[in-house]
């Protein structure tokens, strides 16, 4: 079994930081692509960012410059740091894995930790 959890969401007023932490563990053999997604109510579910096991990232348009994905390979834990958060990034974010046991390779998601950006 493999476990995704979150921790790091909550309350910020807007232009503050926030960081989002997703720790993988289990039958784990090794983790390729991290990502964290979000979703809005009454919205879609959308990729906020992703990382390579070997470290290139990409973001959505609306988070360049102002979010930070990173990982740490030893501690099957990724990262999202925020800043400049705006009202508009409210949602739950998601992070997700894709993680081999060793056999086959699955996609495994968190169970979402809410952030909420204040005027």
């Known amino acids: 079994q493999v476990q995704l959890v979150e921790s790091g969401g909550g309350l910020v007023q807007a232009g503050g930081s926030l960081r989002l932490s997703c720790a993988a563990s289990g039958s784990i053999f090794s983790i390729n692509a991290m990502d964290w997604y979000r979703q809005a109510p009454g919205k879609q579910r959308e990729l906020v960012a992703g990382?390579?096991?070997?470290?290139?990232?990409n973001y959505i348009d609306s988070v360049k410059g102002r979010f930070t994905i990173s990982r740490d390979n030893a501690k099957n834990t990724v990262y999202l740091q925020m800043t400049g958060l705006k009202p508009e990034d409210t949602a739950v974010y998601y992070c997700s894995a894709a993680i081999s046991s060793g056999y086959t390779t699955s996609r495994y998601w968190g169970q979402g930790t809410q952030v909420t950006v204040s005027t």
């Open positions: 990382i390579t096991r070997g470290g290139s990232t």
